[in-house]
């Protein structure tokens, strides 16, 4: 316990150090660690370990997720904040930072669940906090005057409760901006002759002629 205790100390110092190689902002590590030291103290009386944090990409329905056993490092009590889902606002953030740490309260103290890890013990501490979820672990947003929305107030974030929508240009600014949309769609390329027969194929210098007109093939 002791020797984790002290890696995680220490991996958290180094993560919210400035540094240009940051995937995520070092600035925005740090103030994710501070509320996460916060909400610690606040909402569970100490009894959540000092989590590590961590910003892999994972699937894009995931906003976050806690790691059970030791992670790939031999890590414990890693929560991963999927880096899409930065680009929301930190009362957002926090709400998600704040059911994972509720499964790290839960199995150190709690009695989890077999997968998804969403039973009822569970769902009754979310719903205690003012952050409901299912069965299946989706977010219920925030519920107004709960002690999650009062937690934000007092910590000079910005909220955006359930049933309320912002005035145009009042909306709480997003952690970090959105990631670029990848291309989608196929590499294939449609060519075709004086037949004609169409092809497609993934090839920016298609060089071939057809067997049956004898003309080479043009990009469509």
Known sequence: MTQDVNTNRAIREVATTPDDFHVIPAEVVAKVYEHADAMRSEFFDGQVPEIVLSFDTTNKKTLGHYCLKRNGLGVRWNINLNPIHLARPMCHVLSTLLHEMAHAWQHEHGTPSKPPHHNAEFRAKCEAFGIPTDE?????????????????????????????????????????????????????????????????????????????????????
């Not at 925030?142 to 007092?154: E, G, L």
């Open 136 to 220: 299946r672990g989706h977010d219920g947003g925030i519920v107004k005057d709960s002690p999650f929305a009062a937690y934000c107030v007092r910590h000079g974030v910005e909220v955006v409760v359930n049933g309320e929508t912002p005035e145009p240009g009042k909306e709480p600014e997003p952690v970090l901006p959105a990631p670029p949309v990848k291309p989608g769609g196929s590499k294939l390329k449609k060519w075709v002759c004086a037949c004609p027969v169409n092809v497609r194929v993934a090839v920016a210098d298609f060089d071939a002629t057809c067997n049956r007109c004898h003309e080479p093939f043009r990009r469509a």
